[in-house]
């Protein structure tokens, strides 16, 4: 070997990245995903009723308030597979707190 074979020019620190097809199908993969998600649309639950009973809800902000009437002995229980989330509005949408305003 000659020294310009061996010479700093030629170490693995200076050669620098090339991305290679497995880069380019990660990124390519990676691009898809989130291409994905974020054409994928709107929320798939349940909007909130806008009424003044879940207006109120709303305003308490607390997960009594929805429990109230979405507990297991509650006029409205939730569905056996409901997620055991403690915050409702992480999924469902709030509704318009517009009570006392005109």
Excluded: Y
Aim: with cysteine; hydrophobic share 35%.
């Amino acid at each position: 070997m000659s020294a310009s074979e061996n010479g700093p020019e030629n170490s693995p620190e200076n050669r620098g990245w090339k991305p290679g097809k497995r880069d380019a199908f990660f990124l390519a993969f990676v691009a898809a995903v989130v291409i994905f998600l974020t054409m994928s649309g709107e929320r798939t639950t349940k909007p909130t009723p806008n009424d003044a009973t879940h207006q109120q809800a709303a305003a308490l902000k607390t997960i009594a308030a929805c429990m109230a009437c979405h507990s297991a002995d509650g006029i409205h229980p939730q569905p056996k597979r409901h997620t055991k989330t403690q915050q409702c509005f992480q999924c469902h949408i709030e509704p318009e707190i517009s009570v006392g305003a005109k």
